[in-house]
């Protein structure tokens, strides 16, 4: 079955600019979505498609893919960032979700 | 508004068959280009895709799942079921159902429901 590999854990200091990384075959076919999940609470869309914010979601996140790899970068990292990011997106015999990052802001 | 809410029971025993309910508002299943998944997530670990049902009442399955689950709809309520058949603890999860908007390329799980906790124990 296909995979989607993220990092398990990135940091970055309060202001900076922070890049969230994604490989796996099907990002080769198909876009990635991003997830922001924090403690206790359901898994928000931050991301989608090339590079698409939902209503509501800050400029300072933003999307980009090459080849079998899909990023997320956030551009000046606020301390209500700190959080967990998933990735997914379709694959050969359905959707699949990444491992998960650990995004803390320092 | 779309809202969605998982319902079900907080513990089952082991061997026995879990049913899960998703009731949502909002948005129509009738829809061409919607759908509704389950996603769980045990405790301190990752999402995991488990199934999904499309407006035509298309199923997906998880590979790795696809003999335990069952996934179907009713659309005059709203509703989608997931059965998921001889329970075990390492099925102990959060389960969530979530909408899903498939654009062929990219699909988005744009609203999600809070989750149920399910654990398995005798």
């Known amino acids: 079955s296909s995979e989607l590999t993220q990092d398990p854990a990135v940091s970055v200091a309060l202001g900076q600019t922070v890049r969230i990384t994604c490989q796996g075959d099907s990002l080769r076919s198909y876009y990635a979505s991003w997830y922001q999940q924090k403690p206790g609470q359901a898994p928000v869309l931050v991301i989608y498609g090339k590079n698409n914010r939902p209503s509501g979601i800050p400029d300072r996140f933003s999307g980009s893919s090459s080849g079998n790899t899909a990023s997320l970068t956030i551009t000046g990292a606020q301390a209500e960032d700190e959080a967990d990011y998933y990735c997914n997106s379709r694959d050969s015999s359905g959707w699949v979700f990444g491992g998960g990052t650990k995004l803390t802001v320092l | 508004q779309v809202t969605l809410r998982e319902s079900g029971p907080a513990l089952v025993k082991p061997t026995q068959t879990l049913t899960l309910t998703c009731t949502f508002s909002?948005?129509?299943?009738?829809?061409?280009?919607?759908?509704v998944s389950w996603i769980r997530q045990p405790p301190g670990k990752a999402l995991e895709w488990l199934a999904l049902i499309d407006w035509d009442d298309d199923k997906y399955y998880s590979t790795s799942l696809k003999t335990r689950l069952t996934i179907s709809k009713d659309t005059s309520k709203n509703q989608v079921v997931l059965t998921m058949t001889n329970m075990d603890p390492v099925d102990t999860a959060t389960y969530y159902c979530?909408?899903?908007?498939?654009?062929?390329?990219?699909?988005?799980?744009?609203?999600w429901g809070q989750g149920t906790l399910v654990t398995v124990s005798s």
């Open positions: 909002g948005f129509s299943l009738s829809t061409s280009g919607m759908c």
């Open positions: 979530a909408r899903i908007k498939d654009y062929g390329d990219y699909v988005l799980f744009d609203y």
